[in-house]
């Protein structure tokens, strides 16, 4: 018996909209907010970025308020009572508030303390920081806490918010494109940085026609590099391995992968797919409207893909246009239309996390 867990709400706050519906609509029409920063966060170089506007939010933190406008949406959606002593939430970040520095406690203890604060959540909120596979390992624990009977609610929360400690870091390792990002495209230069909060409620009762479920979902480690993925996508495989039980492959409808544009990180996923199986399940990835929004990634990409299953449709990988891996996967150039009422969201990062994630409609 699958252990599935349903998804009641869902919120975003991102540089193109604050509503999901809004934002997949942009996604839809090939918009994006990723554009040229010359002086973003003090850096020597510009940084090509989906970056907020700073000026409504000057002389308050922009991590915590974004994760509470997700989070808020989500539970309104959901209708569920935050602070009920059964609700738990989990935020999810890589850096967190990293950008006020010296200004505050910027632990993401600390930030998670306030969210939970703003939000009514009278239980003690837990953390996930878990590089970029964040979001999704966060949906993962808020799964497992429910199967175990803890709570009867879990609010899903991941966001990011880049700084010069950020950027400088992915500029040191030459990892930056300074154009629009290209997922697995030929012609890719590496990959774009975003900014964003998305937020779902789960929870074991409330399931509705046409809801959604979490049914299965795995994290691995491969320990290949620091910063550099395994060469044969080992721990991408293993995660896909632990979930494919719990997908009926006719009712596959694609996969949302993490597609950061990088040179080895796309190679590494399409080779994942080969030994996995997956050559003939249309892929999509996100990177490109997006950028990478690291902590908010998971989330953010699985409620798109929520919506694109409701409209029967693989979302554009923007910026793909003639494949540049080694095995012949299916990158969705344009929009698509998608059979089935499954998909699986991929994630991985820094350190040799990978995770994998399957979301139904029912």
Request: glycine fraction near 12%.
């Amino acid at each position: 018996m699958i252990d599935s867990v349903n998804i009641l709400g869902c919120g975003v706050c991102t540089p193109l909209g604050d509503t999901p519906q809004e934002v997949f609509c942009a996604v839809r029409e090939g918009r994006s907010a990723l554009h040229l920063h010359p002086d973003a966060f003090g850096c020597a170089e510009p940084v090509f970025a989906s970056l907020f506007d700073r000026a409504p939010f000057e002389g308050r933190s922009l991590f915590p308020e974004i994760c509470v406008r997700a989070a808020k949406a989500a539970v309104a959606e959901a209708l569920i009572d935050a602070s009920s002593s059964r609700t738990a939430l989990v935020v999810c970040s890589v850096k967190g508030e990293i950008d006020q520095l010296g200004k505050a406690d910027v632990t993401l203890a600390a930030s998670a303390r306030r969210i939970a604060d703003a939000l009514g959540v009278v239980t003690p909120p837990l953390v996930v920081s878990n590089a970029c596979i964040s979001g999704l390992a966060g949906l993962v624990q808020g799964r497992r806490l429910l199967l175990s009977g803890l709570y009867d609610q879990v609010i899903v929360v991941g966001a990011e918010v880049q700084s010069r400690f950020i950027v400088s870091g992915f500029q040191s390792l030459k990892a930056l494109s300074d154009e629009a990002c290209q997922p697995f495209d030929a012609a890719r230069k590496g990959l774009n940085l975003g900014e964003a909060a998305a937020a779902m409620v789960l929870s074991l009762g409330g399931e509705k026609a046409g809801g959604f479920q979490i049914l299965e979902g795995a994290i691995r480690n491969d320990a290949n590099h620091i910063s550099g993925p395994s060469r044969t996508g080992e721990g991408s495989f293993n995660a896909l391995r632990y979930v494919l039980p719990a997908v009926n492959r006719q009712d596959l409808a694609f996969v949302s992968v993490h597609g950061t544009s990088t040179l080895y990180n796309d190679e590494m996923e399409a080779i994942a797919l080969d030994r996995a199986g997956l050559l003939d399940v249309p892929i999509c990835a996100l990177k490109g409207t997006f950028g990478h929004t690291m902590g908010a990634a998971g989330i953010l990409e699985s409620i798109m893909g929520m919506l694109a299953l409701e409209e029967g449709i693989v979302l554009p990988t923007r910026g793909f246009k003639e494949l540049g891996v080694s095995r012949p996967v299916r990158v969705s150039a344009t929009e698509m239309p998608a059979s089935g009422r499954t998909f699986i969201k991929l994630l991985s990062g820094f350190g040799g996390v990978n995770g994998a994630l399957v979301i139904r409609q029912s």
